[in-house]
């Protein structure tokens, strides 16, 4: 018997279109140590927005093919071409995580035939998925796939961030925007494990809900007061790391910025090279894709670098890695619990409309595919 | 006996005027361990430009006082003045390091009474300075004040770049802008000790220079096919990390691109985050202090980060620093000779036509206080 799957692919053609189709693929049986999972939900996250919809132009979205057999398509610029030319002509499948049940496993694993797993490793906007066991969490029984779509990247993510701040030596965290889901996340964390957090959220009404979670430190950075109130905020937590998944604009030279303001009241003279404070901040997204400004009135002793979930696990101790995963899979239902704006299928995913909806990227807004 | 010094004063008044004038201070004995020198040479670095004219308008300089008691002023914005309150009101003495002769010394040190000296801490545009003769290196006989003037800020920042790739596993460097002082010594460094060095420069004249000395990698950034070279000379060398004084506009960002595009190249498949090669750029000046500008095509594994020189000696193994400093007094002549465009006395550095030449910080020209 032959499986085959219906799975989302994402093309740029050499003469600079976005082609989003579904493709029927073959799926071989699953060999020791795989599991083959019927995708149930996968989330659309906005580090699964750049492969999906790389730099084409929005305004553009077209919808072609048939009913049976859609095709999304769009242009993208000469610029655009040149920045994505290593992807070009390469059908691409998509989907960084998801959550499903397991139809078939190698010979060594055929006790989770039934189970529900969470997985990551890309390809999950898909009707079926072979994946290695050690790519997933298998979830508990009752757990929905909904509840499991979400367990890797924003989970470890909140929670790299907190190994980071431990090992750079960092009392405290700066997140911007906090009121994403993986900011309410680390609302959750840092309260738990009393540790100091810096919400930057961009509305009253985001500041608000942060507050509801029990954040004690939120400032609004659309309120005209934003910059003193993050002073005020900065030095009360004593924070000098910060993650910033905006990437583009003023934000990550404000915050570097409100730093060195709070670090310089504490200096007994003046010193023309700014203080010795060693402030650090990552961009971790790119909500803005524009230029990064800085306006560079904070001394010396500054860094600023990307920082991505993947090169962290290569990177980290396994067992901290390990503990972090455990963490997540005995609260999952509680800090690292998700909330899905939509619920689409597959072929909805390829709806211009609905596209130009999860798109955006709105904070606090994200959609959840169901194959 | 008391002893008094002519001074080299800057102040920064509570209603925005620059104000730089020559102050007689009194100069106590030297006590065990000190020295007192007669200042015969201090140079003009760009690092003591900050603190002499500050964030002043230098269209609005200004001869005030008189021949004998000259006084130059300027105006300074109300937004530069926000920027450096915290030196408003202080009378604040200029001039990083120097080179003259001790004319008394405490009573440990009287064997080097009528020897010549580097220095090292503050205040040398003055007449004497008292010092530590932990902040000197004695030179040997025969050695002119212009030699010695400038044995720590360009040579010890020349080494510590060294120092700072080899601590954080880098091959080689690139250097902007590399026709300067600083730059033609960190050509020969590189030369000797068979490291790899990218020069960026911003003329023909100033690439002819620097082949010139032995740089075998040069490019010109006012040329078409700069970016091209970059990319070029990026590769031959495997740089992945660089020192940029520069700072403002898109240099910084530009070389972190560039770094992409080469390690892009050598990768097997398109990965949406790009490569895992570490980048790295430190921001070591501020030859352009307008808003740095990041396009950020480089992935997630880079950095960017303040480089001092103060904190770097503070931060680094006593033995290296040492080394270093044996390394800059027995290559004086060689490896770390600067050159000076001009020689002027200290009244001469306050005449508003001197100010408006040396403060242009042109790359390879440098002035020298004669006191």
Redesign the interface.
Known sequence: MSRTSLELRSTITPDGILRINLERVPVPEPAAGELLVRVEAAPINPSDL??LLGPADMASLKAEGTAADPVLTAKVSEQGLA?VR??VG?S?PVGNEGAGTVIAAGPDLAHLVGKRVSMIGGAMYAELRLIPLQACIVLPDGASAAEGASMFVNPLTALGFIETMRAEGHQAIIHVPAASNLGQMLVRICKDDGIGLVNIVRSPQQAAMLRDLGATHVVDSSAPDFREKLEHAIAEKGATLAFDAI??GEMT?TILNAMEAVA?RS?PA?D??GS?TKKQVY??G?LD?G??????????????????L??FL?RTDPAIVQRMRERVAAEMTTTFASHYTATISLTEALKPEIVAAYQKKTTGEKYLIVP
């Open positions: 750049g492969l920045a290593a992807r390469q691409m990437g583009g030279g310089l200096m003046y023309r090279y010795a961009i971790y790119a894709t230029p990064t400004t800085l306006r560079r009135g904070f001394g010396f002793s500054w860094g600023i670098g990307g920082w991505l993947f090169h290569q």
